[in-house]
Structures are given as structure tokens and as C-alpha cells.
């Protein structure tokens, strides 16, 4: 477990009557109770809202567990739900998209704009070649391409598998020859504080050792000189004004089970897991969690700041905000450049009503002080929202007070790329205890439970797990169901829950508390590492045999990481080796991967079957107990 703090289980926040006036939910006991009573039926309810060329025969299909089926037998398309079934309706005029680049660059789209470009980078991927069931590597910064992109791709049917900007090379080639992508859509760079990040010139590397890509499409936002490829690399522009790209484009017919895209994420061995989603249960959803924890309504200018590239911004940017017919708000850059308050500033030039943001940028833009928000208009917020780790009593008063003037309710939402959308997550009417995600969302069972699978009491520390299936969960880890069954679903097996991989607590109130993984996953400021991953990294490096990565408390990151490794003989640890060292995790990963540290050591504590115990290193850095030593080998 990575983070740990004992928060105050009795600081309570009531909403204030004009939240309770506005809640979509008033009453958030009697609709989990409805739910509960029968989740099949409630499912339905909530698809209902949605189109569908086919209904559905049958809500849940239970007979292959823990591979479960949802709305077997229907017909959609997510991007019909998205796109579509707007433009005929009077949102073909609303905002669907508020752009800003770092660099002040600014642009929008109305739901008919967005609905046409989608419509012509649709047809564009099909003059590539690009069929249903293909996947399509996307690998771009926070521009509205980006969002094109993977909406075209549901459009035609095809398996978007984004990338994070923020990933290797090595990171990049790894994806795409797990997901074998033939097509891969990119930009030449991104802005990050004021600097160029040259992303096709890592593509062009990643691409160099994964032939297998035939087609990359290239977003010019930068405009620096890159290396274009005659018959492989195309710009996009050029491409969207080509007579193929016509602004008409029927979309697809998909099964509620088609795939619709593969996320990677870190898991307890080395190799990144894609996880898979598909087109009917993700959006029921995605969609129904977003409208009623942020009661987003057509008044709403919707802000989520993460990055499309992570599930928060495959759920809560890509897709629910535009399947609900929102105005949402994307931003390029960094949160504090050119300065502390550019946040701030955009919240307020746009008129933001909803923010939903990660602790750590939250403790990061605390540090420089209440003055910098304190000089923009913060009066039209009405909600708040935090995601990705726990967040400390402290940084939920600060948002609360300096960001939301004490008038906007935090909504702690607690979920995980496999999950699809919020878990364990308050709604405005529901009184709130900083620190903690309250309760589960309606037609979603959890539990803290011990080993054996019995309920712990409240106060005490256990796995949290999920006990019934539900329409967002993950189909699959691609290209390895063994791994779907052991990883979630074999700890429990006798009883079929889901393991979520985080301990937590719950209190006498039934609100949970989430303590932090207990697997070998690290959170850095959010995102999410495995310890073999970066392990792994480093042991490619010639001059180390083997390394053990741990994660460490840090205040404003969450947690850091740090590494020992055992050198081969004959090399001599210097200062200048740690440098490279970092620099080849860099290149191996990517920048979130670093170490802060690298000590160099002489042996790793091992469990006697040789296992390395990551608890007794990290004991030895936080102070705490070391626990049960009696397997340790040396
Ligand atoms: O440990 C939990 C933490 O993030 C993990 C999931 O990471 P990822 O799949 O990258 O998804 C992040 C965005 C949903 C969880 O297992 N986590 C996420 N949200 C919270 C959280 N921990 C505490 N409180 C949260 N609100």
C-alpha cells in the first residue's frame, strides 16, 4: 500500500439547499436500495436513454463467468451516441468543444462542426484501409484531433488503443505490437511549458522497431521540421482536404459487444495489460455516472483536466460529456504556465460550472498560494471533483475553500481503468467527509473484505472488492484472458468477485476510505507503474543484474519512486551512472517513470523462493514496521 494517512472520520460537509434544489438525485438511499433490488432492471432503465438501432434481448449474460455479456443482442454505436443523434436535434448549434492551447491558441466546435470533422477523418481511415475490428494506435498531446480521432475510429468500428504522450518510444513500440496496429495517428509535437515535445520523432523510432505500422497520420500543431516518410507518413490536413474526406459518413453498426477500444495499463508483472472495453455497457455507463455525480445539465461548461490518453479522459472527456450533450472545456498545456494561475484563468474566461481534476495537481497549484486564484472570478463553479489517488484531508480543504469558496461540494470519485467510470463516488445531495469517495454509485456492490472473504469491521483494513458484475467492467486483459481470471477474479474465485488490487476501509457510517494499492503498483502523481516495469527497465541497462523499485510518500506527487539495483561485477557505481540510469528509464518508459532515487546496493532482501521484499526496503526508507521477517533469506 502506497499512501496512508488516518483521516478524520467525523469532519461532515452538507450540501447547501440550492445544491439540493439542482441534484438530478435527490435522494441517493432509496435509488441505491432500488438498485439493488433488481441491477439488471435498473441497467436497462439507464440504456434506455440511449439509442439503439437493435434493443437488446437479454440485459446480462452470466453463462461464461467472469466473461460477462451486456445488452446481448443490441445494436449501437457510441459515437452515435456521442455525435449523431444530436446533430438532429437543436445541439447541432451547442458548444460540444472549447479548446486552448498552451500557447493561446484557441479554437471550438459545435456539435455539428465536431460531428463533421469526425465524419471526414471517418472516411479518410477507411480510404487507409481501416475496417471494424482493426486497431489504431493514436499517440498525439490534448488537441481536438486527438478526440477526432478515436470518435472516427468508433464511427468505423475500429479498436482505438491511445497512447499517452507522455510514453517512450520503447513504451509506444511495445503497444502497438500487442494491439497490431496498422494504422498509428499522431502529431508532429506538443506544447508543454513553453517547450517542444517532439512526438513524431518518437513515433519514427517506435515505428522503425514495429514495421508492422503501414499508414501514420500526422496532426501539424507545432509546425517544427520533421522527417516525412514518402508512402507510409500523411498529414492530416492534407488528407481532410481530399474529396474522400466526405463530411457524410454512416457510422457503423456494432454489436453492444464489439471492442471499442484497448487501454494499457500497469499491472503486477512487467508487461503493461491492454485492457478492453467495448461499445454497449461502457457507454450505459460512463454516461450515467457522469450525469448524475456531476449533475451535468445544459447550463454546464464541463471541465476534466486529465488527459484523453488515461481512462478519465477516454470516459469523462472523449465520450460521457458528449453522449450527455455537454460543453466541455480542453486545455493543451500545463497547469502552471506561463504561470500558477493559468487554471484559474481558464475557469474563469469560459465560465467553467463543473472542475474535476487529481490531487496532485491540486496539491501542486496549493503550494503557490491562495493569491493566484484568488485574482480570477471563481463565482461560476458549482462543483468540484478529485480522482486518481487518495486525497489528504488538507488539499480537499484547500479546493474547497480557496477554488470553490466553500459553496461547491467535492465529488471523490473512486474508479480505475478497468472499472470504466466511478465506483465508489458521492453525489451533491450526499453529505461528504474529506478523504473519502463515500459510497458506492447505484447498482455497484463493494465490500472490505479479509482473506478469507468475510466482511471486515468497520475501521479495519481489507481488499476491497467488487461483488456483482456491471455494464463498464472490462471484457477482457487483449490477447490474455488467463490473466483477466487471475489477476481480478482468482482471489475470490469460490464467490466470483473482482479484486480491485487497493486495500481500504469502511467506517461506521458505510463510507469507504481507500488506502492505496496493495499490489506492486505505484501512483506518481496519479499515474499508474508498475514496480516490474520499472524494474525491468532498469535490469535492461548493461550495467545492472537487478533492481527492486519501490513507491514513496511524497507530498505534492503522491508518491515518488524509488530504486536499488545490483550492479554486475565490474562496474563501478558513480554518480554519473545514477544520470544514466535515469536517463535510460526515460527512453525505456518515459518521463513519469523516473526514479527520484537510484541507491546502489549490494544484495536485495529475498524471500527464500527468491522473491524480492519490496515492504522490507521500503520499511527501511518510511520507517515503518518491517513486518513478518521470517522468510527474508539474508
Ligand atoms: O488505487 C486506486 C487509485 O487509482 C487506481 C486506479 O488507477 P487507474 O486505473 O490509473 O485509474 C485512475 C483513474 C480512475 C485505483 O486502484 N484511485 C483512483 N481514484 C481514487 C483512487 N484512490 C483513492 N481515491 C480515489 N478517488
Redesign the pocket.
Known sequence: MSQEFAPPTSEWYYPSEEVKKRAIIGDYEALYKQAQGDPEAFWAEQAENLHWFERWTQVLDRSNAPFYKWFVGGKTNIAYNALDRHVKTWRRNKLALIWEGENGDKASYSYWRLWREVNKFANVLKSLGVKKGDRVTVYMGRIPELMIAMLACAKVGAVHSVVYGGFSENALADRIEDAQSRVLITTDGAWLRGNIIKLKDIVDEAVRRQPIVESVIVVKRTGHDVSMEQGRDYWYHDLMSLPIANPVCETTVMDAEDPLFILY?SGTTGKPKGILHTHGGYQVFISTTLQWVFDLQDDDRFWCAADPG???GHSYIVYAPLILGATEILYEGAPNYPFPDRWWRIVAEYGVTVMYTAPTAIRSLMRFGDAWPNRHDLSTLRLLG??????NPEAWRWFYRVIGKERCPIM???????TAGFMIAPMPSVPLKPGS?TRPFPGIEVDVVDEKGESCAPGVDGNLVIKTPWPGMLRTVYRDPDRYVRQYFSTYDDKGWYL???SARKDEDGYYW?I??NDDVI?VS???LGTAEVESGLVSHPAVAEAAAIGVPDDVRGNVIYAYCMLRAGVEPSEALVDKLKEHIRHEIGPIAVPTKIEFVASLPKTRSGKIMRRVLKARVTGAPEGDLSTLEE
Request: proline share 4%; charged share 25%.
Open positions: 495499463t488515461w481512462i478519465t478529485s480522482v486518481g489517488e487518495p486525497i471523490d470519485t473512486w474508479w480505475q481503468t478497468e469517495g480491485t488490487g487497493d481507500i492505496g494499492r501512483k496519479g499515474y499508474r
